[in-house]
């Protein structure tokens, strides 16, 4: 018997909330994360056998809700397996059968073949294989090889998602944008019940603060001047979606009553990037906002004016719903605001301890850069520099601090796989945001927010790694279905 809830998105709503109680108990009781991956890679597993399409919502769902993806997580062999990566195996396994029941020969020429990035694909996985056997060669530890290179694993979802929605109706698409938005939906709320929990002082917020920071959940950082800032890594989303809003408001025809619920949305949006205190997510929201303004608006001024006028509502919205939030009068509100914190954000002069960071980062990662700049050093390679940040400092007081990881995330691409490694990216990137641009029709509002996310995403990528994370990668595998369904249902 098919079960089929009669409120499908209370029902998920209700499962995701379950998620995070699992996961804020299992922090809290680490002997439940093996019982809980494993059952979270069987149910999605044999969901994913029975639809494929409800394996790769649960997928997206996870990439809002999830952050860093380890809700769940457990070192196995040295090795740290999160939630997921056991909803992609669960997804890669599923699909693996799909297309041997299916026959390889048909599932290429039905579904996979119409990928109209795979020389680009294929070119850069072919590099990240070389760049896996360049760190082997190089001697790096096996487990810093992996860890470094596990991200890219993310790119194979390619298949499962091109198998779902390659010739997708527009009722699967329809679904994969109402659940993306359910998820951003209960993002918006766990960043607002954040900084409430934080600016009010709630006996729970020693647990919930280890939670968060165990979990990989996000950050809470008291900012001064009455304000909580609550970054989390998804949050990236949030940008994208109040694009996708703003564009139906200033292209469509929406009833007013319709407008306002929009309006309300893209105040509560706002809001979380605000929260987020992130200058790459500014700076790039800034940036996006400026070309896409310049790009899709040159024809009809009214437009400017238009979309101006929302960003000015939206954030008149913001700060009501972050001025009621820490000012709520119950239980104990004990925080006041000032916009210095703000201002101490938009500061780019290098003082601040993470920026400053991030700065010293850069004449040592080019340095290492020259040493290979055409094929890289491979997966594993380090770089030694100079850090600011207070738990650097705590674990080493003369502030070296040797990492693979880094905030410059196109230099990080270089340092490991080279310019040839970088290239198909890059092309990849460019050739899908130039489809967007030039796309027509009544669905061109969708199209021109999805380059706008593109955009945004290119942009924080310089300074913050979303392009070479799950995160990021998600959003360009998953977007590639609507240019496929562009080409299958021309305007």
Same mark, same amino acid.
């Given at each position: 018997?098919?079960?089929?809830?009669?409120?499908?998105?209370?029902?998920?709503?209700?499962?995701?909330?379950? &998620?995070?109680?699992?996961?804020?108990?299992?922090?809290?009781?680490?002997?439940?994360?093996?019982?809980?991956?494993?059952?979270?890679?069987?149910?999605?597993?044999?969901?994913?056998?029975?639809?494929?399409?409800?394996?790769?919502?649960?997928?997206?769902?996870?990439?809002?809700?999830?952050?860093?993806?380890?809700?769940?997580?457990?070192?196995?062999?040295?090795?740290?397996?999160?939630?997921?990566?056991?909803? /992609?195996?669960?997804?890669?396994?599923?699909?693996?059968?799909?297309?041997?029941?299916?026959?390889?020969?048909?599932?290429?020429?039905?579904?996979?073949?119409?990928?109209?990035? /795979?020389?680009?694909?294929?070119?850069?996985?072919?590099?990240?294989?070389?760049?896996?056997?360049?760190?082997?060669?190089?001697?790096?530890?096996? &487990?810093?090889?992996?860890?470094?290179?596990?991200?890219?694993?993310?790119?194979?979802?390619?298949?499962?998602?091109?198998?779902?929605?390659?010739?997708?109706?527009?009722?699967?698409?329809?679904?994969?944008?109402?659940?993306?938005?359910?998820?951003?939906?209960?993002?918006?709320?766990?960043?607002?019940?954040?900084?409430?929990?934080?600016?009010?002082?709630?006996?729970?917020?020693?647990?919930?603060?280890?939670?968060?920071?165990?979990?990989?959940?996000?950050?809470?950082?008291?900012?001064?001047?009455?304000?909580?800032?609550?970054?989390?890594?998804?949050?990236?989303?949030?940008?994208?979606?109040?694009?996708?809003?703003?564009?139906?408001?200033?292209?469509?025809?929406?009833?007013?009553?319709?407008?306002?619920?929009?309006?309300?949305?893209?105040?509560?949006?706002?809001?979380?990037?605000?929260?987020?205190?992130?200058?790459?997510?500014?700076?790039?929201?800034?940036?996006?906002?400026?070309?896409?303004?310049?790009?899709?608006?040159?024809?009809?001024?009214?437009?400017?004016?238009?979309?101006?006028?929302?960003?000015?509502?939206?954030?008149?919205?913001?700060?009501?719903?972050?001025?009621?939030?820490?000012?709520?009068?119950?239980?104990?509100?004990?925080?006041?605001?000032?916009?210095?914190?703000?201002?101490?954000?938009?500061?780019?002069?290098?003082?601040?301890?993470?920026?400053?960071?991030?700065?010293?980062?850069?004449?040592?990662?080019?340095?290492?850069?020259?040493?290979?700049?055409? &094929?890289?050093?491979?997966?594993?390679?380090?770089?030694?520099?100079?850090?600011?940040?207070?738990?650097?400092?705590?674990?080493?007081?003369?502030?070296?601090?040797?990492?693979?990881?880094?905030?410059?995330?196109?230099?990080?691409? /270089?340092?490991?796989?080279?310019?040839?490694?970088?290239?198909?990216?890059?092309? /990849?990137?460019?050739?899908?945001?130039?489809?967007?641009?030039?796309?027509?029709?009544?669905?061109?509002?969708?199209?021109?927010?999805?380059?706008?996310?593109?955009?945004?995403?290119?942009?924080?990528?310089?300074?913050?790694?979303?392009?070479?994370?799950?995160?990021?990668?998600?959003?360009?595998?998953?977007?590639?279905?609507?240019?496929?369904?562009?080409?299958?249902?021309?305007?």
């Amino acid at each position: 018997m098919k079960f089929k809830p009669r409120f499908p998105f209370l029902f998920a709503l209700s499962l995701i909330i379950m &998620v995070e109680l699992f996961s804020f108990t299992a922090y809290f009781q680490p002997s439940l994360q093996a019982y809980l991956l494993a059952a979270s890679f069987l149910a999605v597993f044999l969901l994913s056998l029975k639809n494929l399409e409800l394996g790769l919502l649960i997928a997206a769902v996870e990439l809002v809700i999830g952050s860093k993806g380890h809700l769940f997580s457990q070192v196995i062999f040295g090795f740290p397996v999160s939630l997921r990566l056991a909803i /992609w195996a669960a997804l890669m396994l599923a699909a693996l059968i799909f297309i041997i029941r299916h026959g390889v020969r048909r599932s290429w020429q039905d579904y996979l073949r119409s990928f109209k990035f /795979w020389p680009y694909l294929i070119a850069f996985v072919a590099l990240i294989i070389i760049g896996i056997a360049q760190g082997l060669l190089r001697g790096y530890d096996f &487990v810093t090889i992996l860890s470094d290179a596990n991200a890219w694993l993310f790119l194979g979802l390619i298949i499962p998602i091109l198998i779902v929605y390659a010739q997708a109706d527009a009722e699967k698409l329809k679904r994969l944008q109402q659940y993306f938005f359910l998820a951003l939906v209960w993002l918006s709320f766990k960043t607002l019940a954040l900084v409430f929990i934080f600016s009010h002082n709630l006996l729970i917020m020693p647990d919930i603060y280890l939670w968060v920071r165990r979990s990989g959940i996000g950050e809470i950082t008291a900012m001064g001047g009455g304000w909580q800032r609550v970054f989390i890594q998804s949050q990236i989303y949030a940008p994208i979606a109040y694009f996708a809003l703003l564009m139906s408001l200033v292209y469509s025809k929406i009833a007013k009553s319709r407008q306002a619920l929009i309006i309300g949305a893209l105040s509560v949006l706002m809001a979380v990037i605000i929260i987020s205190m992130s200058r790459s997510f500014w700076l790039a929201f800034g940036a996006a906002g400026a070309l896409m303004a310049l790009y899709s608006f040159r024809l009809d001024y009214k437009k400017y004016f238009r979309a101006f006028l929302y960003l000015l509502l939206s954030l008149l919205g913001a700060a009501i719903i972050i001025f009621i939030t820490v000012k709520f009068p119950f239980p104990n509100p004990n925080a006041g605001l000032s916009a210095d914190a703000l201002a101490a954000r938009l500061d780019f002069s290098g003082d601040e301890a993470a920026l400053a960071s991030r700065w010293s980062q850069l004449p040592n990662l080019w340095s290492e850069i020259k040493r290979s700049p055409l &094929v890289g050093l491979g997966f594993g390679s380090s770089v030694s520099y100079y850090s600011q940040d207070p738990r650097v400092l705590a674990e080493n007081p003369d502030g070296w601090y040797t990492t693979y990881a880094f905030e410059w995330a196109y230099l990080d691409t /270089w340092l490991k796989l080279g310019i040839i490694g970088l290239t198909p990216l890059l092309i /990849w990137l460019i050739l899908q945001l130039s489809y967007w641009l030039r796309s027509s029709g009544e669905h061109r509002p969708l199209y021109l927010s999805l380059a706008a996310g593109l955009i945004f995403l290119m942009t924080v990528n310089i300074f913050t790694p979303y392009l070479n994370h799950p995160l990021g990668l998600a959003f360009l595998l998953f977007s590639s279905c609507f240019f496929q369904q562009k080409h299958y249902n021309t305007n």
